[in-house]
């Protein structure tokens, strides 16, 4: 015991070679770029074009094909041979009317999952990925995006 | 001699004697070389290393929530601002594919044992650099799980004012090769 009545101080030099080997790893792996990703459905998009050796099945007539498909002007709403435009606001599409269609959607085919997106040439990346995010929010999961 | 006396020297002033001293209680020569020690420790340089430690645990707890167990390290052009989602999943680690302007740029972490393997070209929707990389690693995903059905994996990154016809350029040649499983980069950041 040092005079003075002091307990004695703890030897600190392990503890800052500890820290300073844990503070160079985690540097190392540190992820600093926070980043998700939306996984596409490219069966669900591509199921027409791609020929299968086994016979196709019946055609059921309660199934209903629905799609989005983003155009210039206007986004196209596909439910079956039904078909409706919701016309663009300020270059982007009508996020709240879209939204409204796609509730509507989910009540009328509460089984259903997958939804299709076509695009337009000229139709910005970033529109598409807002289109995507929307329907998953809107609780479908399934999302395709036709590649043609 | 008597206290408050006056003795007469050579000079005018007066010399007063010492007046009572006690005894000395302690070890004064002693006491002395303790007290020389101590002022010499005082007087050189003695670093505190309690706030050094302080630092490092807190830098320690920033870093280990910035930890990344899979350790995959993102390349993301200064040329590419991401679309934002809500939605999005935690990103793998799979083969990066990322189109600048008219570029397509493939980026693996390890390809046959060539470790960083990177491609740049043309958009074209030929691609054949980017197919003959898709390939080869196709060949190895199957020489390694030949049982399993190859779905492949790639992360696909593009910025947000790419026309969607570049994205579909590439989907095609990914499509072609039998790589289904895009996964689109976002920025998580809420919107």
């Known amino acids: 015991m040092a ?9 600190l030099t392990p503890f800052i070679d500890l820290f300073s080997v844990l503070v160079c790893f985690l540097l190392m792996t540190a992820a600093w770029l926070q980043l998700e990703t939306l996984q596409t459905n490219i069966e669900a998009a591509t199921s027409k074009e791609t020929p299968d050796d086994s016979p196709p099945p019946p055609p ?13 002007d206007a986004t196209t709403l596909s439910e079956g041979e039904k078909v409706s435009k919701i016309p663009k606001l300020d270059g982007k599409f009508n996020r709240v009317e879209l939204e409204r269609i796609l509730k509507v959607w989910r009540d009328k085919y509460p089984d259903k999952k997958d939804v299709v997106v076509n695009s337009e040439s000229g139709v ?6 807002g289109a995507y ?3 998953v929010a809107t609780g479908w999961p399934d999302v395709g995006i036709n590649p043609n | 001699m008597a206290g408050g006396a006056k003795i007469r020297g050579n000079s005018g002033r007066l010399i007063k004697p010492p007046g009572y001293h006690l005894l000395p209680e302690w070890d004064l020569t002693h006491l002395r070389h303790v007290i020389e020690t101590r002022r010499y420790k005082k007087a050189g340089f003695s670093l505190s290393l309690a706030p050094m430690v302080d630092m490092f645990s807190i830098l320690v707890i920033y870093l280990l929530m910035n930890f990344s167990s899979s350790g995959e390290i993102f ?16 990103m793998a680690s799979h083969p990066l594919i990322s189109i600048v302007g008219q570029q397509v740029m493939f980026d693996a972490e390890k390809v046959e044992g060539q470790a960083g393997v990177t491609t740049t070209e043309s958009n ?7 197919r003959a990389m898709l390939r080869r690693i196709k060949r190895i995903e199957r020489q390694i799980s030949p049982d399993k059905a190859f779905r492949g994996q790639v992360n696909l990154q593009a910025g947000q004012e790419t026309d969607v016809d570049e994205v579909k350029k590439v989907m095609r040649v990914l499509i072609e090769e039998g790589w289904t499983g895009i996964n689109f980069v976002v920025d998580p950041r809420a919107q």
């Open chain 1, 60 to 72: 059921d007539p309660k199934k209903v094909n629905l799609a989005i498909g983003l155009g210039k």
């Open chain 1, 133 to 135: 995010d929307l329907l």
């Open chain 1, 3 to 11: 005079g003075g009545g002091g307990g004695e101080e703890p030897n």
């Open chain 2, 75 to 90: 390349f993301v052009s200064k040329d590419i601002v991401l679309p934002r989602a809500v939605k999005g999943v935690p």
């Open chain 2, 124 to 130: 074209d929707g030929e691609s054949p650099k980017l």
């Open chain 1, 124 to 129: 910005r990346y970033g529109e598409l990925i």
